[in-house]
C-alpha cells in the first residue's frame, strides 16, 4: 500500500507540477504583453503628437487663388457653426471667404474657467488662419463686421473692425451662397443698468474684464480702514442665470476663493459671498430634476446661497433690487455677472425686417429643414441666429455646420451631373445619379448628453442611453467633463495648452495678480 500511494502521489504532482508552472508564467506573460502594448501606446502618442506639431507650423505656402469659375461661398462669424463648416467644406469647389469682427475661434465652455486663472484665455482660441493656411485652397479671411445684406443684389457691405484703420474702412463683397453664423448677443430684458454695470461672459474681453473687476474688489475689501459694511459688499460676487454658463462661473469663482484667496488673503476669509439668482422655478432647467437637485445640494454645501423664482427688476451701480418669493428687496454688490440668455443682433433684425411675411420670429431667423433661411434660396443660417426646434448649443451648431458642407458638396454634384445631362451618351445613368444627388437629407441633431461643472471638483452630466437617459454626478463625472471637453477642442495645440493650464493650476495655483 505504501509503494503504490508513493506511485499515486508521484503521479499526481507529476500531473499537477505543469499547470502549476504555466499559472505562475501566465501573469509574467500577461504583465510583458502589458508593458509592449504600453510602450507601443506611448510611442504611437508622441509620434502623433510630434506630427501634429509639425503640420501646424507648417502651412501650405502657395494655396490655389480664387477660381472665376467656382461659387463664392461667404461665412459670416467665427464662432462654432462658422467654424465647424470651415473646417469641412471642400474648397476645391468653392471660393471661401470668412467676415467676422474677431480673427478666432472661441471653445466657449471653458470661458468661466478663464475668469479666475483656472486656464488661459489664449489656450481656448484657435486663429482662424489656423485652419485655412492649412487648406490647399486659398481662403480669405477678414477681421471686419458685416453692417448690411443685400438680398437682391447678392451682396454684403463690410467695414473694418480693427481699432486701428487705413484709409480704406468699407467695402462690398459679392457671394453667391452666404452663411450667417454670427451667433447672438446678450438679452438684457430691457432692465435699466444692466449693460453699464453688469459684465457679460460671452467674449473673451468678457472673461479679461470679469478677472480685473474680481481682482479689484477684493483689492479694495483689503484696503486700510474700510468699513465693515463696504468690506461685506465688495465681497459679494453676484451670478444672474442659473443655466450652464451662470452655474459654471459660480462653481470656478468658488474653487478661486477656497483653494487660492484663502492662502494669500487669510484676513478675508469667511467674507466673501456667492449668490445665484434665477427666475425659473430651478437652475438648469435642461438636466433632470435627480441632477438640478444634486446640484442644488453641492451649492448649499459650497454656501452659495441660490435665489430661484426671482427677477432683477434693476441694477444700481452698488445694489440690484430683485423681486422674489418674499417681496421686493436690494442686494448690494462688488461685482455683477448677468448671464441669462441671448437675443437677435442688429444685423439679423434688420435682414428680419426685410422678410416681414416668412421672418415672423424675434429671437431669430426662420429656416427651413435645410438651414436655408425662409423667403431666400441662398442664404443659410446657423448657430444662435438661427430661429430652430433645437437648443441654441454649441453641439447643435457645430452638427450644423458640417451638415451644411456635405449640403454644399452635395450642390456642386448637382450642378456637375447636369452639366453632363445635355451631353451625355447614356443619359439614364446620368439621370439616376442625379436623382440620387437631389436627395438631400434635412438637417437632424443627435445629441451627445449635457454636462456642467458645479465646483470642488464635481460635475454632472446627462448623457443619451437608449430610450432614456443617464444621470451621473461626482468627481468621476468631473473626471469625464475634462476629457469630453479635451476631446473637443479644435486642435491638438489647443489641448496640450489646456493639459498644461490644469497641470500649473494643480500644482501652483491660479495666479492671483490683476491684469
Known amino acids: 500500500m505504501n509503494r503504490l500511494s508513493r506511485r499515486v502521489s508521484t503521479s499526481v504532482f507529476r500531473l499537477v507540477r505543469p499547470w502549476r508552472s504555466y499559472s505562475t508564467q501566465r501573469p509574467r506573460h500577461s504583465w510583458s504583453l502589458f508593458k509592449k502594448g504600453s510602450q507601443v501606446s506611448a510611442i504611437g502618442f508622441v509620434g502623433y503628437t510630434f506630427y501634429k506639431m509639425y503640420e501646424h507650423s507648417h502651412p501650405v505656402l502657395n494655396p490655389l487663388p480664387p477660381d472665376p469659375a467656382k461659387k463664392t461661398v461667404v461665412i459670416l462669424g467665427s464662432g462654432w457653426a462658422s467654424t465647424s463648416l470651415l473646417k469641412s467644406i471642400d474648397t476645391d469647389l468653392y471660393n471661401v471667404i470668412v467676415v467676422s469682427p474677431r480673427n478666432y475661434f472661441l471653445f466657449t465652455p471653458l470661458l468661466p474657467s478663464c475668469t479666475v486663472g483656472t486656464v488661459d484665455v489664449r489656450s481656448i482660441v484657435e486663429p482662424t488662419r489656423f485652419i485655412t493656411r492649412h487648406k490647399k485652397n486659398e481662403v480669405l479671411v477678414y477681421e471686419a463686421e458685416c453692417t448690411e445684406i443685400d438680398p437682391d443684389q447678392k451682396q454684403i457691405t463690410i467695414i473694418d ?54 481682482m479689484d474688489c477684493i483689492e479694495s475689501a483689503a484696503f486700510p480702514e474700510q468699513s465693515p459694511e463696504e ?39 469667511g467674507k466673501i459671498k456667492i449668490t445665484l ?41 452698488r445694489e440690484i433690487i430683485i423681486d422674489g418669493p418674499g417681496g421686493r428687496s436690494s442686494i448690494p454688490y462688488g461685482l455683477l455677472v448677468w448671464a441669462t440668455g441671448n437675443t437677435s443682433r442688429p444685423l439679423i433684425k434688420t435682414l428680419m425686417a426685410k422678410f416681414p411675411a416668412e421672418q415672423t420670429l424675434k429671437r431669430g431667423l426662420i429656416v427651413d429643414d435645410w438651414l436655408r433661411m425662409k423667403g431666400t434660396d441662398d442664404i443659410f443660417v446657423l448657430g444662435d441666429a438661427s430661429a430652430t426646434k433645437y437648443a441654441p448649443t454649441a453641439q447643435v451648431a457645430s452638427q450644423q455646420g458640417k451638415y451644411l458642407a456635405r449640403v454644399f458638396s452635395k450642390f456642386h454634384r448637382i450642378e456637375y451631373l447636369s452639366s453632363l445631362l445635355e451631353t451625355a451618351q447614356d443619359k439614364k445613368k446620368v439621370l439616376r445619379k442625379l436623382e440620387k444627388a437631389k436627395d438631400i437629407k434635412p438637417f437632424h441633431y443627435s445629441h451627445q448628453g449635457s454636462l456642467c461643472y458645479v465646483g470642488s471638483d464635481k460635475a454632472i452630466a446627462d448623457l443619451p442611453l437608449g430610450p432614456g437617459n443617464v444621470a451621473s454626478g461626482g468627481v468621476a463625472t468631473f473626471a469625464f467633463w ?34
Open 231 to 269: 468690506v461685506k459688499r465688495l465681497l459679494h460676487m453676484v451670478v444672474v442665470g442659473g443655466g450652464p454658463t451662470g452655474i459654471e462661473y459660480a462653481a470656478e469663482l468658488h474653487d478661486f476663493l477656497v483653494d487660492d484667496l484663502t492662502h494669500w488673503y487669510p484676513e478675508l476669509v
Open 482 to 515: 475634462r476629457s469630453a471637453y479635451i476631446s473637443n477642442l479644435f486642435s491638438s495645440r489647443n489641448k496640450w495648452l489646456v493639459i498644461t493650464d490644469w497641470t500649473k493650476k494643480t500644482f501652483w495655483g491660479r495666479d492671483i495678480s490683476r491684469e
Open 277 to 317: 439668482i434665477e427666475a425659473m422655478p430651478n437652475v438648469l432647467p435642461a438636466f433632470s430634476k435627480q441632477l438640478i437637485e444634486y446640484t442644488e445640494s453641492t451649492f448649499k454645501e459650497q454656501n452659495i446661497d441660490l435665489h430661484t423664482k426671482t427677477a432683477v427688476k434693476e441694477v444700481k451701480e
Open 161 to 214: 473692425a480693427s481699432d486701428i484703420k487705413g484709409s480704406q474702412i468699407s467695402s462690398v463683397i459679392d457671394y453667391d451662397y452666404l452663411v450667417i453664423g454670427v451667433g447672438a448677443q446678450n438679452q438684457t430684458f430691457g432692465i435699466e443698468g444692466v449693460e453699464k454695470y453688469g459684465c457679460f461672459l460671452k467674449e473673451v474681453w468678457d472673461a479679461q474684464k470679469i478677472r480685473s473687476k474680481l
